[in-house]
C-alpha cells in the first residue's frame, strides 16, 4: 500500500502535510525486495519526495547561511510498526537531495531501493522512473567498502548483541543458536556487492533460495562465518579487477538531480548556477558542428 493509502485508512502517522502529494517513488524494501518474506514479516517502504522548493533552496526565502534564522531542512521522514490493513508498516522517506547524496555514497539501503522488482514498485512518477532508469550511474566501487563495512556491521551483531527477552530475536537465538535474520543480511550484502562489482548491476532475488536456507537455519553459525572470511578474500580480488570506475561521477550525478528538480520545480537558473553551463553548451554545439559538416 501507498502511504497515501496508508493515511486514508487512518493509521495514526503524521508525515508533513506536503509530502504526500510530493512522492515520486515508492517501493517496498527488505524481505519482501530480496524474495524471502513470510506472512509474518514486516512491510518496509521506502521512499522520494521533493521537498518545497524552499527548503532545497533557502536562500530564495531571503536565507543567508549561517546568519539570522535559518529555514528549516528537510532530509527524511520516518515511522515505524504503523498498523494498517492488518499488517506493521515500517516507512522511510527521504528527500530527493538526501537520497541522492546516500545513492552517490552507494548506501547499501539507498542503492537497493533503487534495484527493487518491478512487483515492489507501489508508485513512481516521471522522476521516479527517470531515477530508476539511470540507476546504474549511481555505482562505483566504492561500493566494496560501504557493503562489506554493512555485512560486518551485521556479523558483529549476530556474534554479541542479546536479544530481548520477549522479542522475535531471542526466539530465533533460541532455535538456531544465533540471529538468522543478521546472518542472512550478512551474505546478502556480499552477494550483491559481487554482483555490482562484476556485472554493474544488482538482481535483489537472485540468491534468495540461499538466503532462505540461511532464514530456515540450516547453516550454523561457523558455517557462515568461514563464508564471510573466504568471500571477503575472494571480493578483494574481484575489486582490483572491476571495471567500475574507483568513485561516483559527481557531475553525472548532479545533472541528474538538476534534471528531476526542474521536472518538478520548472526553470531553475534563477535558483542555481552550474559551473561551466556555458562551457558545456559551446563544447556540445561545436561537436555537433564537427558531425555534420
Partial sequence: MTLRK?????????????????????????????????????????????????????????EILGFGAQVKRFESWQEHHIAAFDKSWDFQILSIVKFFQLAMENNPNI????????RCVLSSTAIGEYIREHRRDFLHKGSWHKFKGYAYSQLH???????????????????HGYDVKFGYHVVRLMLEVEQILVHGDIDLERDREQLKAIRRGEWPLERLVQWAQDKEKALEAVYHTSTLPYGPDEALIKRHLLHCLEAHYGDLSSAVVVPGAAEQLIAQIAELVRQYR
Fill in 6 to 62: 496508508v493515511l486514508a485508512s487512518g493509521a495514526k502517522l503524521s508525515p508533513p502535510d506536503w509530502l504526500a502529494d510530493n512522492l515520486m517513488y515508492e517501493t517496498l524494501m527488505g524481505s519482501e525486495a530480496y524474495g524471502v518474506s513470510s506472512a509474518s514479516s514486516d512491510i518496509d517502504v521506502y521512499g522520494i519526495c521533493v521537498p518545497p522548493k524552499h527548503m532545497v533552496f533557502p536562500h530564495l526565502a531571503g
Fill in 111 to 118: 542503492i537497493d531501493s533503487l534495484f527493487t522488482p518491478r
Fill in 157 to 175: 551483531k549476530l556474534q554479541i548483541k542479546v536479544p530481548q527477552a520477549d522479542g522475535k530475536r531471542a526466539a530465533l537465538v533460541a532455535e
